[in-house]
Each structure stands twice: as structure tokens, then as C-alpha cells.
């Protein structure tokens, strides 16, 4: 049986799904039986439920926006016409046709 501090370095990984079979059983081994990394592991869901359905994002503030898409253009000085919008959800290049 595993113990919780080695439980705990594998917690993330096992929520989004990268752990091989033999990872995952141990995780779930374990946290049948401890109600504090269960507790853990719930927490962990529901915060990457939260980033999922996007309830953390939020809108940049305009002068924000101003001053990324400033220093973009400032750092790409060979690439005019590329634009760069923030919104709700991730970043978007824009080429212009």
C-alpha cells in the first residue's frame, strides 16, 4: 500500500489522466481508504471542471489588451500585419487576408 505523501506526487497527474493502468490502480487503492487524499482528489476535479466550462476566465481589462498587443508588436517588428485578440477564452493570432 502506498502512503499518502506518495500518493499526493501522483494526485494531478491521476486527475488528468496521464497515469499508466498500474499508477491509476494505486491511486484508487489508496484512496478508498483515505478520506483525505479522496477529499484531494474531488477538490482537484472540481477545479479543472471549473477551468473547463470556463467559470475562472475572465475578460482583460482594455489598456491590458492595449499594452500585450503592443508588446507583441514591439517584439515582432517583421510581421506587420499579424493581430493578437484576448478574449474569454484562450489567445488568437489573426492573419489578414
Request: charged share 20%.
Amino acid at each position: 500500500m502506498t502512503t499518502c505523501k506518495e500518493t499526493k506526487g501522483f494526485l494531478n497527474a491521476y486527475v488528468d489522466g496521464e497515469l499508466d493502468s498500474a499508477g491509476s490502480l494505486a491511486v484508487e487503492t489508496h484512496i478508498r481508504a483515505c478520506a483525505s487524499c479522496l477529499s484531494d482528489v474531488e477538490n482537484l476535479h472540481a477545479l479543472a471542471s471549473a477551468i473547463e466550462n470556463g467559470s475562472l476566465r475572465f475578460k482583460a481589462p482594455a489598456r491590458l489588451t492595449r499594452n500585450v498587443q503592443g508588446a507583441i508588436r514591439a517584439a515582432n517588428p517583421l510581421r506587420p500585419g499579424v493581430q493578437f485578440s484576448i478574449g474569454a477564452g484562450p489567445a488568437f493570432w489573426h492573419q489578414p487576408f
